[in-house]
């Protein structure tokens, strides 16, 4: 038997987990496995929540400028009323939408024509952020934001963003870890936001005036880690050994590297070959590793037969949240006082069918809480307030 008979062979077998295949002259082994992690990249980023607008509740301005995305800006405003996210984008941006589906879910996805946009961090000039354009429904948006303080020395490191707090309906656990971050200094002038012609305030820490800064995040250098994005009724996951380290056991690490940044889902024990899943109650550990971090969250894996034993039912539960370290006092002060920025990952879970027939799977994340991040609203002084927050119709 050539070697292309024997991966035609293979192929038609949806339990066989070793698939040998013809690549650049040499077999590649490829794995089966129900677990997936997505890896991309952000170059800069810039966001603060809205205290006191009835339509917009928060804003982001994002640059992009590596191969995958291509080099543009993008700008998302979160709507009060329904916690959607419209995004607008400059044309030849390359996006997953998926990854903007935060709070209740994705509204305008749009390719703008800005009248300005531009976001400069700089750790000798500092920040500097315009946008100029126009909403889906011909409002008017101005955003300037400028802070001349050198960012040099002054940056945190590795500071996890608590984005998936705020998703009702989740489509995978969303893990936004910022190399460099830091809070704008008051130093610069008062930010203007301005909506349809109406002036709108940030966000606001407590004691924001003693403490000098403002709650308008900057970062360089974010890596985004998607884990287990759902895909329902497909097959499970064929990954290649470059991919997936393997024990006689099982799976050990699946691993995914981009734009020199990496992130590694590990297992302990190894997770089992899906060949021997069925009929089988089995459970371990699991944790995610982003970049040098040996652990930003964690939890375990269980293994049990249902309907009868023909499938079996595959759940991660996150059990140990954000765990930061060596943060700047200001930083550790805020992550103390509004534990959501710690202890939000803690509220999902995974759970999956896999079928014995053809592999197919079918999954979801579930939030375990009715939480979406009220306390971080409440000390930022962005939480709905009622009636006096809803727009005049």
């Known amino acids: 038997m050539n070697m292309t008979e024997k991966t035609a062979e293979n192929e038609t077998d949806p339990i ?6 013809m690549a650049d002259g040499a077999p590649t082994r490829l794995i089966s496995s129900p677990f997936d992690i997505k890896i991309e990249t952000l170059d800069r980023m810039l966001n603060f929540e809205i205290a006191d607008d009835p339509i917009y509740s928060g804003l982001e301005i994002q640059g992009f400028d590596d191969d995958e995305h291509g080099r543009g800006m993008l700008v998302f405003l979160q709507r009060r009323d329904s916690e ?26 749009k ?23 126009r909403d889906i429904d011909g409002r008017l948006i101005q955003v300037h934001v400028e802070d001349s303080t050198p ?49 709108a305030s940030p966000g606001s820490l407590p004691a924001e005036t003693c403490l000098g800064r403002r709650l308008i ?12 994005p759902i895909d329902t009724g497909e097959r499970v996951k064929m990954m290649s050994e ?25 297992f302990d024990p190894p997770f089992p070959n899906v060949s021997t899943l069925f009929g089988n109650e089995v459970s371990g ?11 930003v969250v964690s939890g375990h894996w269980s293994i049990a037969p249902t309907n009868e034993g023909s499938d079996v039912k595959v759940k991660m539960e996150v059990n140990t949240g954000w765990r930061p370290k060596g943060l700047p006092l200001l930083m550790k002060f805020v992550t ?58």
């Open 151 to 199: 960012l040099k020395g002054r940056m945190a490191h590795n500071f996890l963003a608590p984005v998936g707090a705020a998703i009702s309906k989740p489509q995978s656990l969303l893990l936004v870890n910022m190399t460099d971050f830091d809070l704008m200094r008051r130093a610069g002038p008062e930010p203007e936001i301005l909506i349809d012609g109406k002036s």
């Open 16 to 21: 066989n987990q070793e698939v040998s295949r």
């Open 285 to 295: 550990k699991w944790r995610i590793e982003i970049d040098d971090l040996p652990s």
């Open 84 to 109: 959607k996210t419209d995004v607008y984008y400059e044309a030849g941006l390359k996006l997953n939408p998926k990854l903007y589906a935060v709070g209740g879910g994705l509204g305008v996805w």
């Open 111 to 133: 390719e703008c024509r800005f009248d300005k946009v531009q976001l400069d961090i700089s750790e000798i000039s500092g920040v500097y952020a315009e946008a100029i354009f």
């Open 336 to 393: 103390t006082i509004v534990p959501v920025f710690r202890n939000w990952p803690e509220t999902y879970q995974w759970v999956a069918t896999v079928h014995h027939g053809d592999l197919t799977m079918h999954a979801q994340w579930e939030r375990t809480t009715s939480d979406r991040g009220e306390s971080y609203q409440a000390m930022s002084g962005t939480k709905k307030r009622g009636k006096e927050m809803n727009p005049k119709k």
């Open 217 to 228: 995040k900057i970062a360089k250098d974010l890596c985004i880690v998607t884990m287990n």
């Open 242 to 266: 470059e991919t997936i380290q393997t024990e006689a056991e099982g799976i050990n690490t699946i691993t995914k590297a981009l734009e020199g940044h990496k992130a590694s889902l590990c």
